[in-house]
């Protein structure tokens, strides 16, 4: 098998067993373990595995670690632009959903917000009612962030009617 094929098969498995998860501590021992092979793929399913898995309750210390880890590399990945549109829409209604377990992860929300907006031309729908959603129950406030330029592209899409409801 050539090199290339052998990376992109271990990426899946990697993937695969992101979202096979059963608990925060086999969550934790993964991330722990794996977190620098990582890839914006690996941190969106790990924050969206750690969102379904804390659902409905507080955070214990292995969750606590696994955002903690998360919301360094996540930091990372929006820093280089390395989540595609889908996984930013699933992050942002991961940490959303975390907010009250798990507050590492609202760090990112700025930065979030600024992705979101700059990638919302590419979501469909569901990805951008989902991101809408989320900067919502994060309580981002749009006129703090309208200065930066896709915000004001994005408020100007969807004033026009470029935006796909």
Excluded at 65 to 91: C, I, K
Excluded at 106 to 120: N, P, Q, T
Excluded at 130 to 149: D, E, F, H, S, V
Aim: contains cysteine; positive net charge; proline residues 1%.
């Amino acid at each position: 098998m050539r090199k290339g094929g052998s990376k992109a098969l271990t990426t899946l498995q990697l993937n695969k067993e992101l979202r096979s998860v059963r608990s925060l501590n086999a969550l934790a021992a993964i991330v722990e373990a794996r977190c620098l092979e990582f890839d914006g793929h690996h941190v969106a399913t790990s924050i969206y595995s750690l969102a379904k898995l804390a659902s409905g309750r507080s955070a214990d210390v292995a969750g606590f670690a696994v955002a903690g880890l998360l919301s360094q590399r996540l930091e990372e990945e929006l820093h280089r632009d390395g989540l595609r549109h889908r996984s930013l829409s699933n992050v942002c209604w991961a940490v959303a959903k975390l907010s009250a377990a798990t507050p590492l992860l609202e760090g990112c929300a700025i930065s979030l917000a600024i992705a979101g907006a700059s990638r919302a031309f590419e979501m469909n729908s569901q990805g951008l009612s989902n991101t809408c959603w989320a900067m919502a129950i994060l309580q981002m406030k749009l006129r703090a962030l309208l200065w930066r330029k896709p915000w004001r592209i994005l408020t100007v899409m969807c004033r026009s009617g470029s935006v796909e409801r």
